[in-house]
C-alpha cells in the first residue's frame, strides 16, 4: 500500500491519537458553548469529502477552471436548498465563516471612512459589528449602541436616535451573546428613516429561524449573513442571503474581492445540513433548543443566579455571578473540570474586564442534539450550582465530572463516530 493509501491511524497516529480524545472529550462532557453543535456523520462526511480537492474559483457556470462539472452541482444544490428553507431570492455559500461573509457586506456596500452601526460587543454584539480592534472599527466610523440599563434589552430609541444623528450608510442587526428575539421590523423602520443598508447577521440563530422559533429577517433586511454551524448543525461555514438586486454586489464582494477558491467539501457539508434542517425532526430539536434554554435560564433564576433580561427567548442563557460571589472565569473554569464547557462573557455594563468579566454564557444546541429535555437540563442546572456555590472544591468537580459521563452515556452524542 502506498503511503498515500494509509489510513490516518497509521500515517499519522500521534494526530488520529487527538482526534480521538476530542472525540472522548465531546463523547463525554456537556458542551453547553451556544455557538457549537454536533454535526451529523453525513454532514462530517460530505465536509471531509474529496471535494476539499478542488479549486473553483467563480461561481456555477462561470468558473475560472476546467473540471467543474460536478462541483457546480454541489454548489447549485446547497444555494438551492438554502434558497427554499429560508425563503431568499439570492443565495451565496461561499464565505469561509460568520467574519467573512460580514465583510463581504461591507465590501459589496461601503468605502472605508463610511459610518456604519452595530451592537456593542460588550452588550453581545459581534466583532466585525464595528468592534474597535477589527479591522470594520478601524477602516469604519463604527457607531455602537447598546442595551438599557433597566432590562438589558436592545434600546431602539437609541438606535434610532444614534441612526438619526449619524446617518450611517450601514446598520446591522444581529448578536452573539445576547438572549433575546430581534425585532426586524423595528430595524428596518429605522434604516429607512435613515436611508441604511440594514444587514442581519443570524449566525447564532440561523437553526431557529428555519425552524420558526425565531422571527425571520429574510425579506425585511437588504443581506443576511450566517454562519453554518451553530443552530443550523452543519460544517464551519458562512452563507449570505439577499434579494436579487443585491446578489452581484454580493457575488462581486466574496469573490473575487475578499476570497480565492471556495471550500467546496464544506460546500457540500452545507447542502446535507439544508436537508437535514428541512426535515421535521429538525424543527422539534429547535422548539427542544429553546425549551431547555427557558428550563435552564428558570432554574438558575430559581437558585439565585441573576439572569440577563430575566430569561431567554433562545438557544442561550447569559448568568451574571456576581450574586455568587464567583468571577466569570474562575465559574467557567471550574465548570470546564466538572465537564460542563461554557464561556465565560461580559454582561452589560460589567464593571469588570472582557479576560475576566463577571458571566457566563451558556446554550442548549449541542445538549439538544444529543436528546436533552426538561429532565435532563434540570439536572443540569442542579450540577451548575453544586460546582459553583463551591468552584474551589475538586472533590465536587470530579463527582459532576463522573455523573455528567453517566448522562452522557444515556444520551449518545450524534455525529461521533469511534
Ligand atoms: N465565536 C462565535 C461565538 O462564540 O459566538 C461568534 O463568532
Same mark, same amino acid.
Given at each position: 500500500?502506498?503511503?498515500?493509501?494509509?489510513?490516518?491511524?497509521?500515517?499519522?497516529?500521534?494526530?488520529?491519537?487527538?482526534?480521538?480524545?476530542?472525540?472522548?472529550?465531546?463523547?463525554?462532557?456537556?458542551?453547553?458553548?451556544?455557538?457549537?453543535?454536533?454535526?451529523?456523520?453525513?454532514?462530517?462526511?460530505?465536509?471531509?469529502?474529496?471535494?476539499?480537492?478542488?479549486?473553483?474559483?467563480?461561481?456555477?457556470?462561470?468558473?475560472?477552471?476546467?473540471?467543474?462539472?460536478?462541483?457546480?452541482?454541489?454548489?447549485?444544490?446547497?444555494?438551492?436548498?438554502?434558497?427554499?428553507?429560508?425563503?431568499?431570492?439570492?443565495?451565496?455559500?461561499?464565505?469561509?465563516?460568520?467574519?467573512?461573509?460580514?465583510?463581504?457586506?461591507?465590501?459589496?456596500?461601503?468605502?472605508?471612512?463610511?459610518?456604519?452601526?452595530?451592537?456593542?460587543?460588550?452588550?453581545?454584539?459581534?466583532?466585525?459589528?464595528?468592534?474597535?480592534?477589527?479591522?470594520?472599527?478601524?477602516?469604519?466610523?463604527?457607531?455602537?449602541?447598546?442595551?438599557?440599563?433597566?432590562?438589558?434589552?436592545?434600546?431602539?430609541?437609541?438606535?434610532?436616535?444614534?441612526?438619526?444623528?449619524?446617518?450611517?450608510?450601514?446598520?446591522?442587526?444581529?448578536?452573539?451573546?445576547?438572549?433575546?428575539?430581534?425585532?426586524?421590523?423595528?430595524?428596518?423602520?429605522?434604516?429607512?428613516?435613515?436611508?441604511?443598508?440594514?444587514?442581519?447577521?443570524?449566525?447564532?440563530?440561523?437553526?431557529?429561524?428555519?425552524?420558526?422559533?425565531?422571527?425571520?429577517?429574510?425579506?425585511?433586511?437588504?443581506?443576511?449573513?450566517?454562519?453554518?454551524?451553530?443552530?443550523?448543525?452543519?460544517?464551519?461555514?458562512?452563507?449570505?442571503?439577499?434579494?436579487?438586486?443585491?446578489?452581484?454586489?454580493?457575488?462581486?464582494?466574496?469573490?473575487?474581492?475578499?476570497?480565492?477558491?471556495?471550500?467546496?467539501?464544506?460546500?457540500?457539508?452545507?447542502?446535507?445540513?439544508?436537508?437535514?434542517?428541512?426535515?421535521?425532526?429538525? #424543527?422539534?430539536?429547535?422548539?427542544?433548543?429553546?425549551?431547555?434554554?427557558?428550563?435552564?435560564?428558570?432554574?438558575?433564576?430559581?437558585?439565585?443566579?441573576?439572569?440577563?433580561?430575566?430569561?431567554?427567548?433562545?438557544?442561550?442563557?447569559?448568568?451574571?455571578?456576581?450574586?455568587?460571589?464567583?468571577?466569570?472565569?474562575?465559574?467557567? #473554569?471550574?465548570?470546564?473540570?466538572?465537564?460542563?464547557?461554557?464561556?465565560?462573557?461580559?454582561?452589560?455594563?460589567?464593571?469588570?474586564?472582557?479576560?475576566?468579566?463577571?458571566?457566563?454564557?451558556?446554550?442548549?444546541?449541542?445538549?439538544?442534539?444529543?436528546?436533552?429535555?426538561?429532565?435532563?437540563?434540570?439536572?443540569?442546572?442542579?450540577?451548575?450550582?453544586?460546582?459553583?456555590?463551591?468552584?474551589?472544591?475538586?472533590?465536587?468537580?470530579?463527582?459532576?465530572?463522573?455523573?455528567?459521563?453517566?448522562?452522557?452515556?444515556?444520551?449518545?452524542?450524534?455525529?461521533?463516530?469511534?
Amino acid at each position: 500500500m502506498v503511503l498515500a493509501d494509509l489510513p490516518l491511524s497509521e500515517r499519522d497516529p500521534a494526530l488520529a491519537a487527538l482526534i480521538r480524545r476530542e472525540n472522548e472529550l465531546e463523547a463525554t462532557t456537556l458542551r453547553m458553548i451556544p455557538s457549537e453543535n454536533y454535526a451529523s456523520r453525513a454532514v462530517q462526511e460530505a465536509a471531509g469529502s474529496v471535494l476539499a480537492n478542488k479549486y473553483s474559483e467563480g461561481y456555477a457556470r462561470k468558473r475560472y477552471y476546467e473540471g467543474q462539472e460536478i462541483i457546480d452541482e454541489v454548489e447549485e444544490l446547497a444555494i438551492s436548498r438554502v434558497k427554499a428553507l429560508f425563503g431568499a431570492e439570492h443565495v451565496n455559500v461561499q464565505p469561509y465563516s460568520g467574519s467573512p461573509a460580514n465583510l463581504a457586506v461591507y465590501l459589496a456596500f461601503c468605502n472605508a471612512g463610511d459610518t456604519i452601526m452595530g451592537l456593542s460587543l460588550s452588550s453581545g454584539g459581534h466583532l466585525t459589528h464595528g468592534h474597535g480592534v477589527s479591522i470594520t472599527g478601524k477602516y469604519f466610523k463604527s457607531i455602537s449602541y447598546g442595551v438599557r440599563r433597566s432590562d438589558h434589552r436592545i434600546d431602539m430609541d437609541e438606535v434610532r436616535a444614534l441612526a438619526h444623528e449619524h446617518k450611517p450608510k450601514l446598520m446591522w442587526a444581529g448578536t452573539t451573546a445576547y438572549p433575546r428575539a430581534l425585532d426586524w421590523a423595528a430595524f428596518r423602520e429605522i434604516a429607512n428613516e435613515v436611508g441604511a443598508i440594514l444587514a442581519a447577521d443570524i449566525s447564532h440563530i440561523s437553526g431557529l429561524v428555519v425552524a420558526g422559533e425565531h422571527a425571520s429577517p429574510v425579506g425585511i433586511a437588504d443581506v443576511v449573513t450566517s454562519t453554518t454551524h451553530k443552530t443550523f448543525r452543519g460544517p464551519r461555514g458562512g452563507m449570505i442571503m439577499c434579494d436579487q438586486k443585491h446578489a452581484s454586489a454580493i457575488d462581486k464582494a466574496v469573490f473575487p474581492g475578499l476570497q480565492g477558491g471556495p471550500h467546496n467539501a464544506t460546500t457540500a457539508g452545507i447542502a446535507v445540513a439544508a436537508l437535514e434542517a428541512s426535515t421535521p425532526e429538525f #424543527k422539534r430539536y429547535a422548539k427542544q433548543v429553546v425549551e431547555n434554554a427557558k428550563v435552564l435560564a428558570a432554574a438558575l433564576g430559581e437558585k439565585g443566579y441573576a439572569i440577563v433580561t430575566g430569561g431567554t427567548d433562545n438557544h442561550l442563557v447569559l448568568v451574571d455571578l456576581t450574586p455568587k460571589n464567583v468571577t466569570g472565569k474562575v465559574g467557567a #473554569k471550574a465548570l470546564d473540570k466538572a465537564g460542563i464547557v461554557g464561556n465565560y462573557n461580559t454582561v452589560p455594563f460589567d464593571p469588570r474586564k472582557p479576560f475576566d468579566p463577571s458571566g457566563l454564557r451558556l446554550g442548549t444546541p449541542a445538549l439538544t442534539s444529543r436528546g436533552f429535555g426538561t429532565e435532563e437540563m434540570l439536572q443540569v442546572a442542579s450540577w451548575i450550582d453544586q460546582v459553583l456555590t463551591a468552584p474551589a472544591d475538586e472533590a465536587v468537580q470530579l463527582r459532576v465530572r463522573n455523573e455528567v459521563a453517566e448522562l452522557c452515556a444515556k444520551h449518545p452524542a450524534p455525529g461521533l463516530v469511534t
